[in-house]
């Protein structure tokens, strides 16, 4: 964050944590060898978000809007959905290549990303109602992504 009248420059870092059970050798075998792709895919693979706490954050130090009315953009982008651009970024080529048969394994990627097990192409629409669920939850109260309905469901 920047500050045009003080020139002050602040910055918060929210990325992800381990969970509290993780361990120093989760991602090796018994042999103590490194377990290919352990840290990229499955449960071990999962890390405890700090975007929501941390976004919440900014907003109650910094924000004029209410929590609510900021939220409403992506809620209804997320139910309504939006229209895949039609000019593919090196970054998506990159990540679509690389983590197009984990999302095709995985039952609930595929049915979010997927019609029949074809990725949506540009121009087609992207609806995320699970999403918008979850996201109106955070914008009624953002610790139930922790403690709340949303934690309890994952």
């Known amino acids: 964050m920047h500050s045009e009248k003080t020139g002050d420059m ?18 090796l075998d018994a042999e103590g060898k490194v377990r290919p792709n352990a840290s990229i895919n499955g449960y071990l693979a999962v890390a405890t978000p700090g975007t929501v706490a941390g976004l919440y954050e900014v907003h109650r130090r910094y924000g004029k809007l209410s929590w609510q009315e900021v939220m409403k953009p992506a809620i209804a982008l997320a139910k309504d959905g939006f229209i895949l651009g039609d000019v593919a970024t ?3 080529l990159q990540t679509n290549q690389s983590r197009k048969q984990a999302i095709l394994n995985n039952p609930a990627a595929r049915g979010i990303f997927t019609r029949n097990g ?16 979850t996201l109106t939850a955070i914008a009624q109260n953002p610790q139930s992504f922790y403690t709340g309905s949303i934690a309890r469901t994952s």
């Open 90 to 92: 090196w970054r998506s």
């Open 10 to 27: 602040k910055a918060l870092d929210f990325r992800e944590r381990a969970p509290l059970k993780a361990t120093r050798n989760m991602y």
């Open 118 to 133: 074809e990725f949506y192409k540009p121009g087609e629409k992207l609806v995320q109602r699970d999403l918008a669920r």
